[in-house]
Each structure stands twice: as structure tokens, then as C-alpha cells.
């Protein structure tokens, strides 16, 4: 396997500074073993004006056989001399970004003490890969890296040039240039697309191949048009770890959209109390509560937004009266925890058709959520900031609206009644705001005229004569004359 990486340069920042990037001195040929046989480091040529660094790949074929263990693409027990017999020592793969990754760590990091200038700056670059398997063609090559700023030359390569009738082979020779991008993205990008082309991974893929892929991906992954194709192949196809590495993409979308960060974002449940936690009794309460005005609504179909660790959305299942049940939250963490409580992956297939759970943010509108009986937003509204409730409720009684909508929150006014909390504190360090039941009232009652629901409180938990209950609760119904005369309309 082989691939060059050219630079140009003037007297002034010479090209040679190519050497300090990669940390590989251009007059000196090394070499490096890997688990696949040894990578050599040479430069072609060096001056001020012009530095090429190439990257030559020597690959062991039996290691590659025994660490494969008879496994994998050429190890079938039908198929003994493919596993020696192969494009491996040739055409780039994921052998390659392997080496790309062992040997240039710091330079795929942007990280050079010596020129940390040169090392955040673009440079003119050319990489070269003489022989690259490309599941797709051209046309897929020019998909993947023409949307990240390169110019992209891709020449098949005939099976045979004395018998051109017999068509192309399923390489080509790829030649990338660019002047607006670092050498730390252009060796990540070369590190995920490779074996993207080569849609094959000659090493077990685990669950680390998820941080390895975002950690690469980051900056140009969440945006690009062939997302789920680069992340379905980069994993092997392996679809549970496709589908936690574009939740995990999605979340990052959804906080660069929210100008805010990952983790500020995915904090409705901490990672040190991720173990299951035993519900208080006003959590129970709660829950029933919900329940009761849920079976008084005739609700069939619910909606769970904001279901944290799904103990409602366990609580609902447990009734055959509620046909589907969806669990909503922002925090892929949240879910994960739910999906164990709620035991999905040993769940009946009646039972499983039941009940759904997706990511989404209630700052923006869903299509997703249309359609439903009934939504609940238990404990949800005082994680939000103030500005950002105008969104959920357009969100929620706007685009998606359920003919009934459950909202509970703490009462304010009853915090001097735990003796725990000190004063002046609200009950969650995440709460953002705590009502008093006329600010709560004043809030619903307006939410109501604004989108054409009734709304009445019932009180959650024991009705202080002083201090009111802990928890309030809305309960809006859609007015149904309303609906009629818009239908009419």
C-alpha cells in the first residue's frame, strides 16, 4: 500500500516544514511495526519549494491471517487460499488509515510545538493513493471528499490494459488537492473515507470504533451529505453501532444549531447516578396522577416528553389501555438508561410494538410527534430556560397537538416544607426556575387561549391549606368546537 502527501512552499515558509507537521525528518528514511506488518516514512524529495512525504504500508499476510483467526473477508475455511492470496499488500484500505493513525498520531491531531502556526494554518496539499477499491466508483468518490473542500481526480483502473473490453476494475487511482485545508483534516479525513471505499474493516470492529469515528469526524461528519453511508460502512454495517453513532452526530448537530455544548445538552441524567434510582413517594404520586388523568382523557396513544429514565414510560406499559407509548428526551444517556429499565432487547414482540423510543429536542418542531392522544411533560418545563419556552410550546401545542397535554412542575411555595433544602434553593441544581402556582396558572391559562385548549390544575401530593401541594399539574384538552371550525374553514 502506498500513498504520497505533497506540499509546496516559498523560502520563507519553506515546504520542508512538512517534516516538522508530520514529525518525521525529511533526510532520514524510518520505519514502524504495526499489528499488520511494518510502515515506512520516506521523503521523496525536500527543498523550499516542493516536500513529499510518502507512507509505504508492507503488510504481513500471515499475521493479517492469524490475527483474523480464520474470520473476515479471505477467511472462510472455503476459501484457505484468499487468505494469502489478496489485494491487501496493495490496494489501500483500512490497513492503511490504521498505519495513517499509528504513525502520524500528532500530526492527525494538529499538535507541533516547533511550527504551531503552520500547524493551524491551510496548506497546498496533494495526497496521492496510486491503488484505492472504491465500492461505488468515481461518482461515490467524488461524493465523499468534494464536499470537504477537495479537488477530486479519479482515474479507474482497467482489469486488464491488453483487453480493454473486459472494463474497469473496481479501483481507481485518486489524486485530492486543496488549499483550504490543515493536514490535521485532511489525514482524518483520509483516516475514516479510506475504508469507507473499501466498505470492508480487516480487524474486528467494537464499540470504540464509534469514538474513533467521531473524534475523526469531528467539524465535517455531522454536516456532510453521505453521513449515514460513511457511518453505516466505517462500522461494518453493524447497525447497533450505525444507530448510536448518528444519535450521537445528531446530538452534536442539535447543540451547534443551540450554540451550546455536547454535555450541556446531555445532562438530564448524571453520569454518576446512572444505577437505577429508587422513585421518592412523591414521584409516585406523580406518576399516578398522571396516570389517572391519562385514563379519565381516554388516551390511547401517549407521548413522554422529556421521559429521562423512563420510569413513566414503564409505568404506562404496565396498562394494555395505552396502545402506543412514545419516550422522547434530548439525552442520548437518558435513553440508553431507559432502554435497560424498560429491558427492550428482551421485550415480547407484542410488547415491543408497544412502546418506541427516539431523540429529539422539544426546542424544535418534530413531525414525528403528530398525531398522538396525549403528551406529557412531567418535571420538564423548569429545565429550560425562560426564552426557550415560546419553542416547546409551539413545539408541543403549536405543531404537534395532542388532543390532551399533561405539564407538571414543583410549587415553589411549598420548598420551606423540606427541611432538607436550605433556603432560597431550588429542588434540582439543573432547574432553571420554580413557579408559585399563580405564575404557573397565569402561564398555562395563556398557553390555553393561545392555541385553543381548556386547561384545569389538580394538585399532586398533599394539598398544603398554606403552601398549596408540591407538585401542580395542567391538564389541557383541546376544544374541540375550535377544531370543527377550523376543519370548516
Not at 475455511?77 to 495513517?100: F, H, K, T
Not at 496521492?128 to 465500492?135: F, G, I, M, N
Not at 474497469?168 to 490543515?182: F, G, I
Not at 469531528?218 to 453501532?241: A, F, V
Request: with cysteine; proline share 6%.
Amino acid at each position: 500500500m502506498f500513498l504520497t502527501l505533497t506540499t509546496t512552499g516559498t523560502p520563507e515558509r519553506p515546504a520542508t516544514d512538512l517534516g516538522y507537521l508530520l514529525h518525521k525528518h525529511p533526510e532520514k528514511a524510518q520505519r514502524f511495526s504495526t499489528s499488520y506488518g511494518t510502515a515506512h516514512v520516506l521523503y521523496p524529495e525536500a527543498d523550499d519549494q516542493r516536500c513529499t512525504a510518502a507512507l509505504l504500508l508492507e503488510v504481513d499476510a500471515v499475521a493479517l491471517v492469524r490475527r483474523g483467526k480464520g474470520k473476515g473477508r479471505g477467511g472462510a475455511p472455503d476459501a484457505a487460499l484468499a487468505q494469502y492470496v489478496n489485494d491487501r499488500p496493495y490496494a489501500a484500505s483500512s490497513l492503511l488509515a490504521v498505519a495513517l493513525s499509528a504513525v502520524f498520531s500528532s500530526a492527525m491531531r494538529g499538535v507541533c510545538n516547533a511550527r504551531p502556526e503552520r500547524a493551524a494554518e491551510p496548506l497546498p496539499l496533494r495526497i496521492e493513493v496510486p491503488s484505492l477499491p472504491a465500492r461505488g466508483g468515481p461518482e461515490l468518490v467524488r461524493r465523499l471528499f468534494e464536499p470537504l473542500g477537495w479537488a477530486v481526480t479519479v482515474e479507474p483502473v482497467p482489469l486488464d490494459v491488453q483487453f480493454p473490453e473486459w472494463g474497469d476494475s473496481r479501483y481507481v487511482r485518486l489524486v485530492l488537492e486543496s488549499q483550504a485545508l490543515t493536514l490535521a483534516e485532511a489525514l482524518r479525513h483520509l483516516y475514516v473515507l479510506l475504508p469507507v471505499l473499501d466498505d470492508a474493516k480487516h480487524y474486528w470492529v467494537a464499540s470504540d470504533e464509534v469514538d474513533k469515528l467521531l473524534r475523526a469526524g469531528e467539524g465535517w461528519l455531522p454536516e456532510h451529505p453521505e453521513q449515514k453511508l460513511i457511518t453505516s460502512r466505517y462500522l461494518s454495517r453493524r447497525w447497533s453501532l450505525t444507530r448510536e453513532a448518528m444519535e450521537r452526530l445528531e446530538l452534536v448537530r442539535l447543540a451547534e444549531a443551540d450554540d451550546s455544548e455536547v454535555e450541556d445538552i446531555d445532562n438530564a441524567v448524571e453520569a454518576e447516578t446512572e444505577a437505577e434510582e429508587k422513585p421518592t413517594p412523591l414521584a409516585v404520586q406523580r406518576r399516578d396522577a398522571i396516570l389517572a388523568a391519562l385514563k379519565a382523557s381516554g388516551a390511547a396513544r401517549v407521548l413522554d416528553l422529556g421521559c429521562g429514565q423512563g420510569q413513566l414510560v414503564q409505568a404506562l406499559l404496565k396498562d394494555p389501555a395505552f396502545t402506543e407509548i412514545v419516550g422522547v428526551d434530548v439525552s442520548m444517556r437518558a435513553l440508553t438508561i431507559a432502554g435497560r429499565r424498560l429491558k427492550l432487547d428482551r421485550m415480547g414482540e407484542r410488547q415491543a410494538s408497544r412502546v418506541k423510543l427516539f431523540q429529539s429536542s422539544l426546542a424544535y418542531t418534530d413531525s414525528r410527534l403528530k398525531g398522538y392522544d396525549a403528551a406529557v411533560l412531567s418535571e420538564v418545563i423548569e429545565h429550560l430556560d425562560l426564552p426557550r419556552l415560546p419553542a416547546l410550546e409551539y413545539a408541543v401545542f403549536g405543531a404537534a397537538r395532542p388532543r390532551t397535554v399533561l405539564v407538571t412542575t414543583p410549587n415553589v411555595e411549598y420548598n420551606v416544607r423540606w427541611e432538607s433544602l436550605p433556603a432560597g434553593h431550588v429542588r434540582h441544581g439543573d432547574h432553571r426556575f420554580e413557579w408559585t402556582r399563580e405564575e404557573f396558572r397565569a402561564w398555562a391559562r395563556a398557553v390555553a387561549e393561545r392555541h385553543g385548549y381548556g386547561v384545569e390544575f389538580v394538585p399532586v401530593g398533599l394539598d398544603d391549606p398554606e403552601v398549596g401541594p408540591p407538585t401542580q399539574m395542567a391538564v389541557f384538552a383541546r376544544n374541540v368546537n375550535d377544531e370543527k371550525e377550523a376543519k370548516a374553514a
